[in-house]
């Protein structure tokens, strides 16, 4: 198995760019709190990076 990321929604999206909104939505997360796993990637390492305010990498 590849190596995996898990990322957790700490901050609501209200007020922020709706390019944001895409790109949390592209990882999986819905509600404050919500986890998503995905694959340890670049692509998923930028959109990481482009919303770090918002996301915490749990492990």
């Known amino acids: 198995?590849?190596?995996t990321i898990k990322i957790m929604?700490?901050?609501g999206l209200i007020g922020t760019r709706e390019t944001h909104r895409?790109?949390?939505r592209g990882l999986g997360?819905?509600?404050?709190?919500?986890v998503s796993e995905l694959e340890d990637t670049p692509a998923v390492r930028g959109m990481i990076n482009k919303v770090s305010y918002l996301v915490k990498v749990v492990s």
Do not use: D, E, P
């Open 1 to 3: 198995m590849a190596n």
């Open 9 to 11: 929604l700490v901050k």
């Open 22 to 24: 895409a790109t949390v």
């Open 29 to 34: 997360l819905r509600k404050i709190n919500s």
